[in-house]
């Protein structure tokens, strides 16, 4: 047959009738998806959310008021016949009181609510469990107790230095104003020092296990300690036993950022302790993959810490 043959009569009416048909269907069916308080659609998930989001302000729970059960009653009837759990046919109850009809809508109204609940719940454990076992879950443990670590010696070289260096002047850091910078790193220091510019000891401070230089100390009040005592003296006071100096933290290290980013490495190790099927542990886990074992990984390769850590260099 021709891909161009019209169509008999008969077709036409067949056609017709399903178009009216399939109309009729959707014009029934407007009123439920109205209740919903969405446009028609076939998407199951939308349907689902829209009536989570209605029943859970109207169940009688919530809210005890008989207009929001009638509504609650209604609401789920809808969201039933929508999904296809329910017909128009199953609306019909034998013959009762009113009191006794809208009884008895109220309680199936409950246990379908209740049985979504359920079966929300079960996905939610199946995901849990999926994420919480297998190679996945491992990879997960060991980065966690990993950063746990990592967290732990960082917190320890903020209290902890590990050897001393002493310099006469630092260079200036011109795009910021009382600015100075060494090795990448910069430090604010106070403005008469900054507008000085004097030769005056300057000690910088290492951190105990990864050799980060994490401070600088400079005397303070002392401005002619080089015109008293030789260079070779001067650099004997790199411990600042004598003279009273004031440190400045890194700007641009980890240990500026001290407390906050050294708690925050310990997520991951707060849900390997406390897990449970909370949307707090799916988002907490998330963050940590995403965030936190990035950000371990990059600080430990930076600046060689990895390596200053067993001594490799």
Same mark, same amino acid.
């Given at each position: ?151 732990? /010696? =960082?917190?320890?070289? +903020?209290? !902890? ?9 630092? *260079?200036?850091?011109? %795009? ?88 925050? /490495? =310990?997520?991951?190790? +707060?849900? !390997? ?9 799916? *988002?907490?886990?998330? %963050? ?26």
């Amino acid at each position: 047959m021709s891909l161009f043959n019209i169509p008999r009569r008969s077709d036409h009416i067949s056609f017709l009738t399903l178009i009216n048909f399939n109309t009729s269907n959707l014009n029934a069916r407007l009123k439920y998806f109205e209740k919903l308080g969405i446009v028609p659609t076939t998407d199951l998930k939308a349907i689902k959310k829209a009536y989570r989001k209605k029943a859970f302000a109207l169940h009688p729970d919530k809210n005890p008021s008989p207009q929001a059960q009638l509504e609650f009653i209604e609401l789920t009837e809808a969201y039933e016949i929508l999904i296809g759990a329910e017909t128009e046919s199953d609306k019909k109850f034998a013959p009762k009181t009113t009191e006794e009809q809208r009884a008895a809508k109220l309680k199936k109204a409950r246990a379908n609510y209740q049985r979504m609940q359920e079966m929300e719940r079960e996905k939610d454990e199946l995901y849990f469990t999926k994420i919480t076992s297998g190679l996945q879950w491992n990879v997960f443990k060991w980065l966690a107790i990993y950063s746990f670590i990592f967290s732990t /010696l =960082l917190t320890a070289d +903020y209290y !902890l230095t590990g050897h001393y260096k002493a310099v006469e002047q630092m *260079i200036p850091y011109n %795009l910021i104003p009382n600015m100075v910078e060494k090795d990448g790193e910069l430090f604010e220091v106070h403005t008469d020092w900054a507008s000085r510019y004097e030769k005056e000891p300057i000690r910088l401070n290492y951190s105990f296990f990864f050799h980060d230089l994490k401070s600088i100390s400079i005397i303070n009040g002392v401005s002619d300690l080089n015109s008293q005592l030789p260079q070779h003296i001067v650099s004997e006071f790199r411990l600042f036993e004598n003279y009273p100096s004031e440190e400045y933290i890194s700007y641009s290290s980890v240990y500026y950022l001290f407390p906050i980013l050294h708690v925050f /490495l =310990l997520l991951p190790a +707060y849900l !390997l302790r406390y897990k449970k099927a909370t949307l707090n542990f799916a *988002i907490g886990r998330l %963050l940590s993959i995403w965030v936190i074992f990035p950000i371990v990984i990059i600080l430990t390769f930076s600046n060689g810490r990895i390596f200053h850590l067993f001594g490799l260099i």
